[in-house]
């Protein structure tokens, strides 16, 4: 089992397999398709797939849509569905490559990164190429709402990074205000746009980006934890903060009734707070 994936992820892995099947097939033929005379533009996509992450943004659009669709005992995958979850992957994973040039960093998923592999001139256009097949992506959907949402979404998420070089966060509103623009924005997005394909009303809509946004911020709050970013300027017991975000997540599925999408939704919220390393870490800094 990959060090990153725990039981609750690996049921998620199992309920939505065609999907993710599916999902792999979209990305490969998008990003291998792409070929240049010039620079060896394979070498430098298949850095994409050798770096794989967890597939989080695609899951949550997949169960998103699919739990809209099952509450209409619709249980056929769409392929608009798919090409979403691609899209909303395509952008996570040129916002890394842009940070991982931002940070300076060398390692990412215990793999060097672009920028270290490559250079930062090839990484950030890398970056800008992935990026802009998320968009050739979402014009093929041809769903305006979907495309302006994205938008904005990415809007916040520079923003956020740009105001967090200038004047770091110094307190928990600020710090909590950054994690959400960095990593939940997204996340929610996610939801709400695969509520949106699957043609889910407004407060189903609204609801599921509420649960994507505390579900990232808790997220975000144990990746913190795990990488020892502890904010200095101000006390907070990330752990804490994380399970009260995942309780607000929880609550925010209230409307729906049970079922196997909304099920693997909590099994999200529970991967979570078992993230693999989790406990490990609590006990170190315990004896510490
Ligand atoms: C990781 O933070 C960074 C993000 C989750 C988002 C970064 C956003 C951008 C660079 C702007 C968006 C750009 C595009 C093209 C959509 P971190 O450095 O705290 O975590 P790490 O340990 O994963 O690097
Ligand atoms: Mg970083």
């Known amino acids: 089992m990959n060090d990153e994936v725990n039981f609750w992820l690996e049921n998620i892995f199992e309920f939505l397999k065609k999907e993710l099947s599916l ?27 050798d770096i794989r992450g967890k597939r989080l943004r695609p899951i949550l659009v997949l169960l998103s849509s699919g739990l809209v669709r099952s509450r209409n005992s619709n249980n ?16 996570h994973n040129s916002s890394l490559i842009h940070d991982d ?3 300076e960093s060398s390692h990412r998923r215990g793999q060097v990164t672009m920028n270290h592999k490559f250079n930062n001139r090839i ?4 970056g800008d190429l992935i990026y802009s097949h998320a968009f050739l992506i979402m014009n093929d959907l041809n769903f305006s709402r979907i495309s302006g949402i994205l938008s904005k979404c990415v809007e916040k ?10 004047s770091p966060f110094t307190n928990f509103e600020q710090y909590i205000a950054y994690l959400d623009a960095k990593t939940a924005e997204l996340m929610s997005t996610c939801c709400k746009c695969g509520a949106i394909i699957a043609g889910a009303d407004e407060e189903t809509i609204f609801a599921l980006g509420e649960f994507g946004t505390n579900f990232g911020i808790a997220y975000q709050l144990t990746d913190d934890f795990l990488d020892d970013e502890q904010p200095k300027d101000f006390d907070v ?27 693997n939704l909590l099994n999200l919220i529970q991967y979570v707070i078992n993230r693999p390393n989790l406990k490990l870490k ?3 800094d315990h004896c510490s």
């Open 23 to 49: 999902l792999e097939i979209e990305l490969r033929n998008r990003l291998l398709s792409v070929t240049d005379n010039k620079i060896d533009l394979h070498n430098v996509f298949n850095y994409f797939f």
């Open 76 to 91: 056929k995958i769409n392929e608009s569905e798919i090409k979403l979850a691609a899209a909303m992957e395509l952008i």
């Open 101 to 103: 040039i931002v940070d």
């Open 123 to 126: 990484a950030v256009l890398a």
């Open 157 to 166: 998420m520079c923003q956020s990074e740009i105001n967090e070089i200038i």
């Open 237 to 263: 017991n990330l752990l804490l903060q994380a399970k009260i975000y995942c309780e607000k997540a929880k609550k925010n599925l209230n409307i729906f009734k049970n079922n196997e999408h909304k099920k």
């Open 282 to 284: 609590e006990s170190q």
